[in-house]
């Protein structure tokens, strides 16, 4: 909130200046302000009510050229830039024997009586299979609030889960009567533990209930002494929790905190650089209107057993910002895969470019594999580079 209030300040006192200062100087520093991230286009958080009728193509990103023509038009002059309309969308077929990805099911798992004074639960994948492996942590307090060391939150608690049950006995400073009386679980997660081929991963589960840590539902306050009962399940793919109902964008041009879809899937994410360092550098004039396809195609199953399948990703071309042409893919099915780069130009003409990691050679087709991260319960971002 006093981000917005500073921004909206500083346009109002910009606007103050209009009579004195040049229309076109006006439209810069009004653009420079709400230009927070400082990327050279305005998107996500960025766009205000205010600001979103100068996206002249619909594409979710305001540049400086449809700022200053939407800027133009509202004091009734004619722009000086004209926006041109987007070009019509290339329809990109998919491959032969590509099957589209069934919804998820959640699994349905019989009720399970809670235990007086403990925190129980269940940890299975999508199928209901039992999780032979996973850890699971109560975070929160009991009586008077504290903190732990650089505010973190107090354990209440933590089990290794077997067999897909786990029980926590929840302790803290206070005395065990408080403890049941009065914990408030305000996090309370599992992570399941597991090999596939040569690695060995430790991935967030998601719990059934769907719900939020630290929401009143689950804060589970005075319930310990009856007994607090979470299942937990494995996503391989699929919205996290908070994004199910209003599930952003999974493609995007960008991959910021400010984006919508920003650490909102359990799925793997791509980022392909056309790459303008190393080879040729890609003419975007001559790829204006094009479109950018990557064909994953799976060389093994997901990583919780699952079948995989081929996966079809497709983004526009867009113009080059400051740093590169990027386009990100997200919730990829956890699992391997061989990727395939294409563009398709608007005359509906196919480009097959030659693909690498970096400190690999240039092929037609690269290895994706999404690799652990750190501790962090999560998976690395997968880097493809392309070229003509």
């Not at 071309?317 to 398709?344: C, H, K, N, W």
Request: with cysteine; proline share 7%; net charge positive.
């Amino acid at each position: 909130m006093r981000l917005v209030i500073m921004v909206m300040a500083c346009a109002a006192a910009i606007s103050l200046k209009a009579a004195d200062l040049d229309a076109k100087t006006v439209d810069a520093e009004l653009f420079a302000a709400f230009d927070v991230s400082k990327n050279g286009y305005l998107s996500g958080t960025e766009i205000t009510p205010a600001v979103s009728k100068y996206d002249a193509n619909g594409d979710g990103r305001v540049v400086f050229e449809e700022f200053t023509a939407g800027r133009e038009k509202d004091r009734g002059g004619k722009p000086a830039v004209v926006v041109a309309t987007p070009p019509a969308k290339v329809v990109v077929a998919a491959p032969a024997g590509v099957l589209t990805p069934r919804p998820q099911q959640m699994p349905v798992l019989p009720q399970m009586k809670a235990k007086s004074g403990l925190i129980s639960g269940r940890a299975v994948y999508m199928d209901g299979r039992p999780m032979p492996e996973f850890k699971v942590n109560a975070l929160g307090w009991a009586g008077e609030i504290h903190l732990g060391p650089s505010g973190s939150m107090p354990s209440l608690g933590q089990a290794d889960g077997k067999d897909g049950k786990f029980e926590i006995v929840p302790t803290s400073a206070f005395d065990r009567k408080k403890v049941l009386k009065e914990a408030m679980v305000t996090v309370l997660r599992a992570d399941a533990v597991f090999p596939y081929k040569d690695r060995k991963y430790r991935i967030a589960m998601h719990p059934l209930d769907g719900l939020l840590d630290g929401s009143g539902e689950t804060s589970f306050r005075g319930q310990v002494e009856k007994g607090v009962v979470r299942d937990f399940v494995l996503k391989v793919q699929g919205p996290k929790r908070g994004f199910e109902k209003n599930t952003p964008p999974k493609d995007s041009y960008r991959n910021e905190r400010s984006d919508p879809g920003y650490n909102a899937f359990y799925g793997g994410t791509v980022c392909l650089d056309l790459d303008h360092r190393v080879g040729a550098k890609p003419e975007m004039k001559v790829m204006k209107g094009s479109v950018v396809k990557v064909t994953f195609t799976p060389t093994g199953t997901l990583l919780d057993g699952s079948p995989s399948q081929i996966i079809v990703r497709t983004l526009p071309v867009q113009e080059e910002s400051m740093i590169g042409y990027y386009f990100y893919f997200r919730d990829i099915p956890l699992g391997d895969y061989s990727a395939v780069v294409e563009v398709t130009k608007p005359d509906g003409q196919t480009l097959a470019l030659r693909s690498r990691v970096l400190g690999d050679k240039w092929s037609d087709s690269t290895p994706v594999v999404f690799r652990p991260f750190d501790t962090i319960n999560h998976v690395e971002q997968f880097a493809l580079f392309a070229v003509p």
